[in-house]
């Protein structure tokens, strides 16, 4: 009996030994399967190329045909339009000699009435009171008006002269004639291809020929009627005036 037992524990152990021998072998074969698996599939991984969207750059892109095999249409220019510009007006200069204030005032309303720009002629040496006395014979005013030679001295100067299209020259009546400042203004500048206008200013006088020696002087000008006004003319007549010469 006791030798009964001893023969089945050792067949039990030997049993037990041949599972565990199994399982051990059946694990590893499994380990071995799923990590030759792995490999195999990283391996694959790794040789196959990556998908490349390299079929457009951003140069072709731009140039691709639709689906119809037309180009797309390019977006109209905006800026075309507002490239193209009403052509601008003429750039006004008036400039004027007054010895009393009379002709500053018609000036700053033509200025103001056009949207020139102004400019004064100042004397170097201004003109007083007893300068201005046409009664004496000996006065500064009339020994340079029985001088047509005579050129009184300007101070200062108009800046970029070339700039101005139309220049209006005002200034007041003298014995008949424009003073002879204005020939030293008028000489002083080149006027070619210039369009010219002269204003005055009288008590009485009209305008006459007072413009005729700075016609002379200006060559290559084209010079327009002249008009005489009072001290006391309102802007709208002299805006009418300047308006009806057509020089916009």
């Not at 380990?31 to 490999?39: C, T």
């Not at 004496?136 to 030679?149: H, Q, T």
């Not at 700039?163 to 002083?188: C, H, K, L, N």
């Not at 084209?222 to 057509?246: E, I, K, P, Q, Y």
Request: proline share 4%.
């Amino acid at each position: 009996m006791k030798k009964f037992v001893t023969i089945l524990l050792a067949l039990v152990m030997v049993f037990a030994l041949a599972a565990c021998a199994a399982g051990t072998e059946s694990t590893e074969s499994s380990d071995s399967a799923m990590s030759s698996q792995s490999g195999s599939e990283a391996s694959r991984t790794s040789a196959e190329p990556q998908e490349q969207n390299s079929s457009e750059t951003p140069s072709d892109a731009g140039n691709e045909s639709d689906a119809s095999g037309e180009a797309p249409s390019e977006p109209a220019d905006s800026t075309e339009s507002s490239s193209e510009q009403e052509p601008e007006g003429s750039k006004i200069l008036v400039a004027y000699f007054s010895a009393t204030n009379n002709t500053e005032g018609v000036a700053q309303k033509l200025a103001d009435g056009l949207g020139a720009d102004l400019y004064e002629i100042t004397p170097e040496q201004p003109y007083t009171d007893a300068d201005l006395n046409y009664n004496n014979s000996g006065s500064r005013s009339s020994v340079e008006m029985n001088d047509p030679s005579a050129r009184p001295a300007i101070t200062g100067s108009v800046e970029n002269m070339e700039q101005y299209d139309v220049v209006f020259i005002g200034y007041p009546i003298w014995w008949g004639e424009a003073p002879r400042i204005m020939s030293t203004f008028i000489e002083s500048y080149d006027f070619s291809e210039k369009t010219l206008v002269a204003f005055c200013t009288s008590a009485s006088s009209g305008f006459g020929s007072s413009d005729k020696a700075l016609r002379s002087a200006a060559n290559g000008a084209t010079w327009l009627d002249g008009h005489r006004f009072s001290a006391s003319v309102s802007s709208d007549d002299v805006l009418a005036w300047a308006n009806g010469l057509g020089i916009n």
